[in-house]
């Protein structure tokens, strides 16, 4: 016997229906034709595709407008365009601004250094030391308090001023977080550290992600370095007599090699430093080519604070930005890129762009 309701489209609430709405539009950089939220937004979409129901359904959409207008969340009326043939016509549709969704950044004030502006537009408040410090100490005694009806907004207090001026609250400092290893690991980085200390060969089996197989490798180790929670090798391998960086956790097995033609000499100009302070798509010494992205706050916001890339545009008023890499190994350029979805926009080059877009269909196809 079938249960009731099997089979039905589940049914959601207000507030969840208002949560897909604002994550819908906030997805969007451009103004959103109406006819396109509703039949794209859970639970409009339900009842848009029976035509009876579609009055109602852009009834319901404007009682939902205007109770989020009520709440502080402005829905705002902007043209859009649809394509029809060769041609674009305006219709009615809708934006929400980014930038309303976030509170001023707090920055700290140094009397003893000269101001400057930086690359955002976004709204700031400037607290002095003395301000912050007296403005932690009463969050704190009021978090001490326990049952104080403004305990909540004391612990939101506390969690931005961490975030945005971190170490200013105790405990709250920033951790270095590495990835976890598999149980071979120690022991392909003890062949590699004594190959590197021996100055002896390492024959090991890797992974080469660009290529998807597993390959023997005979590889000089000149140095071993941590970065961004990964451990890298900068090596030079014996079959292509060239330079290369090789992660350790592709690496499956490490032996240091015996024998005679098994040592080797590290070159008087090669410098660990050179690769330290580098982004993973730095990690070679490929020539660079220049990749310009288009991201969008907070991705934006994050990166410039990283120092990843160079501001190629003016930040817009919704905090994106322009920016422009030096790619010398696209595949760990494209993974950095794939989580931030539709808020990276790879603009060029083009082969770069193409090869961002199979990797995503790639990965929803496995989704799938």
């Known amino acids: 016997m079938r249960p009731s309701g099997a089979g039905r489209p589940r049914r959601v609430s207000k ?144 969690r931005k001023l961490s975030f945005d001026l971190p170490g200013v609250v105790p405990g709250e400092e920033e951790h270095s977080i590495t990835a976890p290893v598999a149980a071979g690991f120690p022991r392909v980085f003890e062949a590699l550290r004594d190959g590197l200390e021996r100055r002896t060969a390492v024959r090991c089996r890797y992974y080469s992600i660009g290529r998807d197989a597993e390959e023997d490798r005979v590889i000089e180790p000149f140095g071993l370095m941590l970065c961004w929670g990964h451990w890298y090798c900068i090596a030079r391998a014996r079959e292509r007599d060239a330079l290369r960086v090789f992660r350790l956790d592709r690496m499956r097995t490490a032996v240091v090699q015996e024998g005679a033609g098994s040592g080797f000499t590290v070159p008087p100009d090669f410098q660990l430093s050179r690769y330290l302070n580098r982004s993973p798509w730095e990690l070679s010494d490929a020539p660079p080519v220049p990749a310009r992205v288009r991201l969008a706050f907070p991705h934006s916001r994050w990166t410039i604070a990283e120092g990843l890339g160079r501001v190629v545009e003016a930040v817009d008023g919704e905090g994106g930005a322009l920016l422009e890499f030096d790619v010398r190994a696209p595949d760990a350029f494209l993974r950095w890129l794939l989580p931030f979805g539709s808020q990276a926009d790879l603009l060029e080059p083009a082969d770069l762009r193409a090869a961002l877009a199979g990797l995503r269909a790639r990965v929803l196809a496995l989704y799938r």
């Open 15 to 158: 507030a969840e229906r208002w949560l897909n709405l604002l994550a819908f539009l906030l997805d969007r950089r451009s103004p959103v034709p109406r006819e396109e939220i509703l039949s794209q937004v859970d639970d409009y979409k339900r009842d848009w595709r029976d035509k009876a129901k579609r009055e109602s359904v852009r009834r319901k959409f404007e009682r939902d407008k205007q109770e989020l207008k009520a709440l502080g969340i402005a829905i705002e009326p902007q043209p859009a365009k649809v394509e029809a043939g060769h041609t674009s016509m305006p219709v009615d549709g809708y934006q929400l601004h980014t930038r309303d969704f976030y509170l001023p950044y707090l920055t700290l004030v140094d009397p003893r250094r000269v101001q400057t502006p930086g690359p955002y537009t976004l709204e700031r408040i400037a607290v002095s030391s003395a301000e912050q410090d007296i403005l932690r100490r009463a969050a704190e005694r009021v978090l001490a308090l326990g049952s104080s009806p403004l305990w909540p907004s004391a612990a939101s207090a506390l």
